[in-house]
């Protein structure tokens, strides 16, 4: 019996999760849901699972959650951000699926690993921004961290068993890998004629043609910028080079991601797009268990299709990757600027373009220092955040 924490609890990544783990009850016990100010949610699945911890990081939702709660499950509701990294670190807990979105996830996230749990990550920005630390405090503690991004669990799973046993220090080339290809829809826009975008709604954004996903993750499929941060990813996981590293737009999502060897051979994972396989696969790795995902049938998917991504039409796409080849500093602050746009543009204040535009102003103005430490980290993220702010109020 594995005792899990799932941060992110009321989310898609969440609820996909609290799906696997009903379809395996003799296996995962929920021992604590953490999320951020849906009670209505939280107290529904506080019901249906029924955590020994319920843990609101608003704290004005964790007393109305206190006051909904049936007294008889008794269920122990906390806030605070010390609870919440005490929580995650509990020698009852096994397993902690970090699915907070953003950078909000960065502290809990490094808690869990720097704890020694087996941590299964959805919560890609906390990679982006802290790579080289998050790295570092995971061979320091032994935590086993496993990639619940479709792409890169499909990456995990065309790897030899010696990369996976490697994980943030593969020797890719070591064990003849000449190259990941890193797949991705290409977003509701692939098509869209390029003088459209400026005028594209946040509705017309969060409409995926394959995936159901969390607004803000939505929003970067439609820029590409969410390929962009899972290069970066990429990169950390699996030791990954630029040179090693390469975007493939495949329209479909039936072919999460492949590994190219030397002799010739390539590797892919495939599935219909569904994180509860991904999710299914990190739980019970290295064996299998039921995710309740349909089997994939060919017959209905047909075709399967490849483009070179365009550049010009997803510019946060490049962004992403010159931040990437730049470093740490230029991730931390692209992750922070395009967290601040996205909300801008669901918000109608800024439009669907724009946000390419002030990732990139924000990447070459904003000041950055050496990041030693997770205060180094965060006080870079609050620089950006607060240029970004500022360069959309001088846009309107
Ligand atoms: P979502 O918006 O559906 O859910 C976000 C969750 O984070 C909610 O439970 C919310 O309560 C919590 N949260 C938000 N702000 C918080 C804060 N300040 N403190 C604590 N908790 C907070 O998002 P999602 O689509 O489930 O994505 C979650 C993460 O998983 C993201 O990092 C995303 O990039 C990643 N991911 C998602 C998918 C997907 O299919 N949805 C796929 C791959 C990776
Ligand atoms: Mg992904």
Known sequence: MQNMVILGATGSIGASTLSVVACNPEQYKVYALVAHTNVEKMLQICIAHQPKIAHMVDSKAATALKAQLPSSLNIEVTTGEDELLALVSAAEVDTVMAAIVGAAGLPSTLAAVKAG???LLANKESLVMSGQLFIEAMQHSGAQVLPVDSEHNAIFQCLSERSQLEIGR???AGAGVSHILLTGSGGPFLTSDLSLLPAMTPEQA????????GRKISVDSATMMNKGLEYIE???????????LKVVIHPQSVIHSMVQYRDGSVLAQLGNPDMRTPIAHCMSFPERITSGVEPLDFFKVGQLSFL????NRFPCLALAIEACKQGQEATTVVNA??????????????????????????LINTATHPLNNIEDILALDTQSRRYTLEAISKLN
């Not at 969060?206 to 996903?213: A, D, G, R, V, Y």
């Not at 990429?234 to 090693?244: H, K, M, T, V």
């Open 206 to 213: 969060c409409k995926h043609p394959n995936w159901s996903m």
């Open 117 to 119: 749990k087996r941590v």
């Open 337 to 362: 600027a395009n967290e601040i746009s996205v909300q801008a543009f669901l918000d109608g204040k800024i439009r669907f373009t724009d946000i390419a535009k002030i990732n990139e102003q924000s």
């Open 234 to 244: 990429a990169r950390w996981l699996f030791n990954a080079s630029p040179e090693q």
């Open 308 to 311: 070179e991504p365009d550049f």
């Open 170 to 172: 593969c020797d890719l």
